[in-house]
Nanobody, 118 residues
Framework: VQLQASGGGLVQAGDSLRLSCTAS????????MAWFRQAPGKEREFLAL???????KYYGDSVKGRFTISRDNDNTVYLQMNSLKPEDTAVYYC?????????????WGQGTLVTVSS
């Protein structure tokens, strides 16, 4: 069972980037999926969550209105990031919530680095 995050890179402030998280080893279509990030010296921060149906989405205050989470039927979750700021620089992780309680996350991807230059 593995989650593979990809799509990170170096961009300039104001640019957009789309992260992908692909699941393998089992189907994650019945699980809520989320994105988190962790910047150097800071705690992990919740960014966004999408329910297993895709009908409900939740966002952290710092990214609301700029980031959009979505999922498809092929075990992939996306995070569209617009109007990026230098403070968005962090390692971004995807996670799967098997219980759909939106509180505990059972599987984590390895992280993909996003660097936003000013």
């Amino acid at each position: 069972v593995q989650l593979q995050a990809s799509g990170g890179g170096l961009v300039q402030a104001g640019d957009s980037l789309r992260l992908s998280c692909t699941a393998s080893g089992r189907t994650f279509s019945r699980y809520a999926m989320a994105w988190f990030r962790q910047a150097p010296g800071k705690e992990r921060e919740f960014l966004a969550l999408v329910s297993w149906t895709g009908a409900s989405k939740y966002y952290g205050d710092s990214v609301k209105g700029r980031f959009t989470i979505s999922r498809d039927n092929d075990n992939t979750v996306y995070l569209q990031m617009n109007s990026l700021k230098p403070e968005d620089t962090a390692v971004y992780y995807c996670a799967a919530d098997m219980d759909n309680d939106y509180a505990t996350f059972d599987y984590w991807g390895q992280g993909t680095l996003v660097t936003v230059s000013s």
